[in-house]
């Protein structure tokens, strides 16, 4: 439809080729679907193109294509999830139906011919008599994308957008115009208008402007992003927290896409600032311990994971908050984990497999859960194949010498593809230096293929122990040339996603690439150098480890 039947005038809107295929893809399998929750996994994929999103060194979704290189830099997360999120958003907020009218509007009046973006907007428009052009243009030819909050006030409810920037120094005056979702608590209890429950109602408006007034009488307001389906941060309130923290988060929102975006949104926030890192623990640890969804638990095992990182877990050097942590995880994780059970059952949907592997990972390889590390040598050859995989995981985390070798050994005989892929993997998750050190020269000479190097050095370089994540930047500090001879050189970049959590040796690493630059992959190089600032910045004022001493469940 977008690349035969209309094909873009020139090369800046190839994103719309791409990311109408994203959205499409994603449409169709929910159709066909709809048990499996594609959007909703689809969402937590997004986390991604937030994150490079709210950097300074992030990009317009369509800018002007003069050289074969600015087309290569449009294949991306921005223009593949972003692309597909904006146009999600579009959709949602006109409506379906109407989105689908103007498409076909849209691909009749351009059929056989070339197109702009421009086009697309106008057409739409005209089906939908809504200001399209006036509202996408700020979201295709802008980079970032804003944070919007949403307060009860005495005239109604204060709406307000900003800049959202990782790092706040880097906050711009940009706005956009937000196709807000706003869904408040009436006052009228009994009052059921709209898509919520019992008293709830969703206001629809554009918010072009930093500041805007809805004339509305609300007791109170669930989120300023209902769905949710807006490609923006939404800023919980003081109330929602502490509600999230005293009733759990299904006391807020019955919707389980609005509490991963909860999650992700209040990690993000924490990161820039915005919320204190002893009111995520607690919403994160007392507000969850009721949840069954699988991509909610996606989100806070990442979240997990970080506050991991931050407090230096596997490193093990502080006992006692390593105990904390423990307690802590498996404490908020133990009903989701009763509920599933370690062992599958017949008439159980993919999705319960799904999130029994998840708990087996977050349990045992990030919580160290003494039950499930002994158990993790024998489930690793389990029928089930997410089990089998985390239990893989638990296996590496936590194993020596022997673990090692057996993981080895299937890798190096491995009778299928993903066997073998899987198990590189997770080699590069021991947390003895020596034993990642074996694999990381086996990728230089031709133990470990040259296509797959890159991709267990970067997942080596991020690993959650400290030592082996140094140790294995040395070793690529030391061999940079003989790695850019022998890795293909659009994967040298993508390895590089792997520093962004070396932040106890920040400046070392900048210093370096800043004299060995990446030529192709230059954009994603210094998305990945930003990030890693910013890791180190929040490091510093963070306190992670005290923090969770702090955290009482």
């Not at 421009?118 to 804003?146: K, N």
């Not at 931050?310 to 989701?336: H, R, Y």
């Not at 985390?397 to 073998?420: K, L, P």
């Not at 020269?441 to 133990?447: E, I, P, S, V, Y």
Request: charged letters at 25%.
């Amino acid at each position: 439809w977008f690349g035969d039947l209309v094909t873009m005038a020139w090369w800046e809107g190839i994103w719309l080729n791409e990311a109408f295929a994203t959205f499409m893809e994603t449409s169709c399998s929910d159709a066909f679907r709809p048990d499996w929750n594609i959007w909703s996994t689809f969402g937590y994929v997004c986390a991604h193109a937030y994150e490079v999103d709210s950097l300074a060194s992030t990009r317009a979704i369509e800018y002007p294509v003069i050289t074969p290189d600015d087309a290569e830099d449009m294949f991306d997360v921005l223009t593949y999830e972003k692309g597909a999120a904006v146009l999600r958003m579009l959709e949602q907020y006109l409506g379906a139906e109407v989105f689908r009218d103007g498409v076909r509007h849209y691909l009749h009046r351009h059929a056989y011919g070339n197109a702009t973006t421009a086009q697309l907007w106008d057409a739409i428009e005209e089906v939908s008599q809504q200001p399209v052009r006036q509202m996408m243009d700020t979201w295709i030819y802008q980079g970032g994308h804003p944070v919007v909050a949403a307060q009860v006030g005495d005239h109604g409810v204060e709406l307000t957008q900003k800049h959202f920037s990782l790092d706040a120094s880097k906050v711009t005056d940009q706005v956009w115009t937000v196709p807000v979702r706003l869904r408040v608590i009436d006052n009228d209890a009994d009052n059921d208008s709209g898509d919520g429950g019992d008293g709830e109602s969703e206001i629809r408006l554009l918010l072009d402007s930093s500041k805007r007034w809805v004339t509305t009488e609300p007791a109170a307001v669930i989120t300023s992003n209902s769905g949710p389906t807006g490609f923006y941060r939404n800023h919980p309130s003081p109330e929602v927290l502490e509600l999230v923290t005293a009733q759990g988060a299904s006391a807020w929102s019955t919707n389980a896409d609005e509490r991963r975006a909860f999650v992700d949104d209040l990690w993000a926030l924490t990161i820039s600032g915005d919320i204190a890192v002893e009111s995520l623990l607690k919403v994160v640890f007392d507000g969850f311990r009721d949840e069954d969804d699988l991509n909610v638990w996606r989100s806070l095992r990442t979240v997990i994971g970080q506050v991991s990182h931050f407090a230096d877990i596997a490193s093990g050097n502080d006992k006692a908050v390593t105990a904390k942590f423990t307690e802590l995880v498996l404490g908020m994780s133990e009903q989701a984990f009763s509920r599933v059970g370690l062992e599958p059952t017949d008439d159980e949907s993919d999705l319960i497999g799904s999130l029994r592997g998840l708990l087996v990972h977050l349990r045992g390889s990030i919580a160290g859960d003494a039950e499930l590390i002994t158990a993790s040598g024998e489930l690793m050859d389990h029928d089930d194949a997410d089990l089998a995989a985390a239990a893989l995981s638990v296996n590496a985390s936590h194993g020596g010498e022997a673990e090692f070798a057996r993981i080895r050994e299937r890798y190096e005989n491995a009778s299928d593809t993903q066997a073998e892929q899987r198990h590189l993997m997770a080699l590069a998750d021991f947390q003895q230096t020596e034993l990642v050190t074996q694999i990381a020269k086996g990728t230089l000479d031709n133990t470990v293929r040259a296509q797959d190097g890159p991709y267990f050095l970067r997942r080596a370089l991020a690993s959650p122990q400290s030592e082996v994540a140094k140790s294995v930047w040395h070793f690529v500090q030391d061999n940079w040339t003989t790695i850019n001879d022998t890795f293909p050189t659009n994967s040298i970049a993508r390895m590089l996603a792997g520093i962004t959590t070396l932040d106890r040796i920040a400046e070392e690493v900048s210093e370096f690439l800043a004299a060995n630059p990446v030529a192709q992959g230059e954009k994603q190089v210094a998305q990945h150098l930003e990030r890693l600032a910013i890791n180190a910045t929040f490091r510093q004022r963070s306190n992670m480890a005290g923090a969770i001493a702090a955290t009482h469940p």
